[in-house]
């Protein structure tokens, strides 16, 4: 029963410019994603991690270093790179908004067609990034922690369908925020991880529920 710390990576200028931001293109963090990353990473101080697995994306290692410092040693799995968007990566909404597939990427993932635009399935998504935060978890024990550090909709999907939510209402609310940390712990039986925390971010960590706010101090 580890407990996994999920961190979506900071500002890029991609997400600055509201453009798809998938697992095809990879731009730098924004003066903004830098600084709001180098502020989760004094939250997270009082934390020590087992493991530290990240996207293979600049934007996910970027985000990691800055948080857990830059000698701190990194599992990068291919598994974790975002959602890959085909035809859609870097593009705008007004350019994919003539796809007949729009409304389901954003309203029914569990009807979207990714294949026809040279992109991923939500399903497809969700079989290999679920192996993987599996197996950031084998083999610890109860009390240990794992920092992954992904992408948007890869944490905010995959997550939610992990704690039961069926895949046709993972899109139902908002994509987890830019330098924003969730926890899971990972429980035998079904559904096989629990949800102790979502989204939180340091300017709201002092509003938070008291369980919540003790997932982020020292032992």
Do not use: C
Request: proline fraction near 5%; charged fraction near 20%.
């Amino acid at each position: 029963m580890a407990y996994l710390y999920l961190v979506r990576h900071g500002e890029t200028q991609i997400n600055a410019q509201g453009r798809f931001n998938g697992g095809g293109v990879d731009t730098p963090l924004t003066d903004k994603g830098v600084a709001s990353a180098r502020t989760l990473g004094a939250m997270l101080r009082p934390l020590s991690f087992r493991r530290i697995v990240v996207s293979p994306q600049a934007r996910a290692i970027r985000t990691a270093k800055l948080i857990v410092g830059a000698d701190a040693p990194l599992r990068v799995d291919e598994r974790l790179r975002e959602m890959r968007l085909g035809d859609w990566d870097g593009q705008t909404g007004d350019f994919a908004r003539s796809f007949t597939q729009y409304d389901d990427y954003f309203h029914h993932p569990d009807r979207f067609d990714g294949h026809a635009i040279h992109a991923e399935t939500y399903q497809e998504l969700v079989d290999r990034a679920s192996a993987a935060y599996q197996d950031a978890v084998a083999g610890l024990g109860t009390q240990d922690r794992v920092l992954i550090v992904a992408h948007g909709i890869l944490l905010s999907i995959v997550s939610r369908v992990l704690i039961g939510t069926p895949l046709g209402q993972t899109r139902d609310a908002p994509l987890l925020a830019n330098t924003s940390v969730s926890v899971l712990q990972n429980q035998t039986g079904d559904p096989g991880w629990r949800r102790l925390a979502w989204g939180v971010t340091p300017a709201a960590l002092a509003d938070e529920p008291a369980p919540v706010q003790q997932l982020f101090k020292e032992e």
